[in-house]
């Protein structure tokens, strides 16, 4: 069995395949290589991972520390070394191993890792073998295989999430495109609180605007494009939220700053329920929904119910009380529509 592959915490972007450049039998040990490259004045074995000609995996350099495997390529890579020389002499055995190995590392990264060979940065022809048709490498790429079903729920196990190499890089949606890719962006930005408009799959300016609004509040550049880096912050934001400022708004907030329907239903209702003789304080509280408002109200409600002045009758009062409400109602209607952020 492979040893567990564990993410070492210094960051890690890539992955180096090589050969031990020998198929000597008594050189097929990680303990060989150590030695070597001591003697090459080097602090141990360069490599993270041996692989022997019989497929198992040894352990070399702390998987912590960088790798002395390719000059200039070190920082940020893994390295590992399968036993061999010729390329017809390697076995399926450690071709098994390594693609067994890079498969984990590739998981352990959600396939942000990228594979080479070290004839990639350096003019050796190391590490001999097709390693692109081992691991089945597209632009230095590792798939991720998914068992039957796993796709269903991609939120549930993200872990598990299939990267199709590039296709998360070719996706960009913009003002004027129409599809499937649309709607489901649509779908998207609607399940994180946004309002793209009809869920149409055309990418019409409410959209765009509901795309602008995500990415000001993800801290995206506000291009209205989406592109890699906004699908993929569509996985971890969170669900928009209303400002505080709004959610608190009350319907005397809401008719000290200008609005009209609140000011009118406030001043009605207060009208009303004071022509009605009844509680003020219980309009408010209704009205507010919070009893700390009432201490601020005072002053206002002073003015509101001055410009009504004294009315006496029972009808005046039975007319205060449906006033008061009706009023009560829409002003409800509103302060709803105003704490959902359905009006500006
Ligand atoms: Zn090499």
Redesign the pocket.
């Known amino acids: 069995m492979p040893p567990t592959f564990q993410k070492p915490k210094r960051r890690v972007n890539c992955v ?4 031990s ?1 020998s198929d000597n039998p008594e050189h097929d040990s990680a303990a060989t290589m150590d030695r070597w490259h001591r003697e090459r004045g080097w602090s141990g074995i360069g490599y993270h991972y041996f692989i022997r000609k019989d497929g198992t995996i040894e352990a070399g350099r702390d998987i912590e520390k960088v790798p002395a ?2 000059r200039g390529n070190n920082v940020g890579s893994i ?1 590992i ?1 399968l036993h061999g020389l010729d390329a017809e002499k390697f076995s399926q055995e450690q071709f098994d191993a390594l693609s067994s190995l890079c498969d984990q590392i590739n998981r352990a990264y959600r396939a942000q890792v990228t594979f080479h ?3 990639e940065v ?1 003019n ?1 022809t ?2 001999v073998f097709d390693y692109v048709g081992v691991l089945g490498l597209i632009d230095g790429r590792m798939a991720i295989t998914v068992a039957e079903g796993a796709l269903q729920d991609r939120y549930a196990a993200p872990d598990k999430t299939p990267v199709a190499p590039g296709s998360l890089t070719n996706m960009r949606l913009r003002a004027g495109d129409r599809g499937a890719d649309v709607e489901m962006l649509q779908r998207e930005l609607m399940s994180l609180g946004y309002r793209p408009g009809k869920l149409d799959g055309i990418f019409g300016s409410l959209t765009r605007a509901a795309v602008l609004a995500f990415q000001a509040d993800n801290d995206l550049a506000t291009d209205g494009i989406v592109g890699p880096v906004t699908l993929e912050a569509f996985d971890f934001a969170s669900k928009r939220q209303v400002a505080p400022e709004r959610a608190k708004a009350s319907l005397l907030t809401l008719a000290t700053s200008g609005s009209r329907i609140a000011r009118g239903s406030l001043a009605n209702g207060i009208a009303g329920l004071a022509l009605s003789g009844g509680g003020v304080i219980a309009l408010v509280q209704e009205l507010t929904g919070a009893v700390d408002d009432v201490n601020g109200i005072v002053g206002p409600l002073q003015g509101v119910l001055s410009e009504h002045g004294p009315v006496v009758g029972g009808a005046v009062i039975a007319i205060g009380l449906f006033i008061a409400w009706q009023s009560a109602r829409t002003g409800k209607a509103r302060l709803e529509d105003h704490r959902n952020a359905k009006t500006l």
């Open positions: 180096f395949i090589h050969c450049a495997a390719q390295a070394c060979g070290h004839c350096s050796k190391c590490p």
